[in-house]
């Protein structure tokens, strides 16, 4: 019953931090948004008994990502509480790829058949982590890679001065 209500007390933070990110319109803002998402996916994993991953969440997603962002604003930005405004372009590309990637997560979701719960033996040890990391998650781990470029490319673009 506690686990339960963990769960969703760490969902909930997840799922409203998460929306903190997308509404905010001050940078600022959003990055601490996003430091309560990731926290909340860390103590999701934590939840799951997945303590590398919450570790590998908290140290490389929370501690590196967020502060390579917060720096990137501060270097980047004539004050750190700039208000960005998006163009209707631009809300509308965002409108239409949250679409489809929802749309893709759902049909994934539907789509899948789902091993009865079953529990796990052992916990694997950190070197097959990466072992497998680096041979059979290969193009994950480097789509992750290509993903924190397009965070900073993301953060570099909002706080460019205005012309």
């Known amino acids: 019953m506690l686990e339960a209500l963990a769960f969703y ?3 909930a933070v997840t799922l409203v931090s998460a929306i903190g990110v997308v509404a905010s319109r001050n940078i600022v803002r959003s990055a601490v948004c996003l430091l ?3 926290g909340g996916v860390a103590c999701l994993y934590f939840l799951l008994n997945a303590n ?3 570790a590998i ?3 490389v997603y929370a501690g590196g990502t ?3 962002i917060v720096f990137g604003v501060m270097l980047t930005s004539k004050s750190p509480w700039v208000v960005f405004d998006p163009t209707r372009g631009q809300v ?3 409108v239409i790829v949250s679409i489809l990637l929802a749309t893709g997560l759902c049909m994934l979701l539907v789509g899948n058949e789902w091993p009865a719960g079953t529990a796990m033996t052992a916990s694997p040890h950190v070197k097959d982590v990466g072992t497998m990391l680096l041979t059979d998650y290969l193009v994950p781990f480097e789509a992750a890679s290509v993903l924190l470029l397009v965070v900073m490319i993301g953060a570099a673009y909002l706080a460019r001065p205005e012309k």
């Open 66 to 68: 967020l502060i390579l």
């Open 36 to 38: 309560g998402t990731l």
């Open 57 to 59: 969440q908290l140290i």
């Open 52 to 54: 590398l991953l919450a």
């Open 9 to 11: 007390i760490f969902a």
């Open 92 to 94: 509308v590309g965002a």
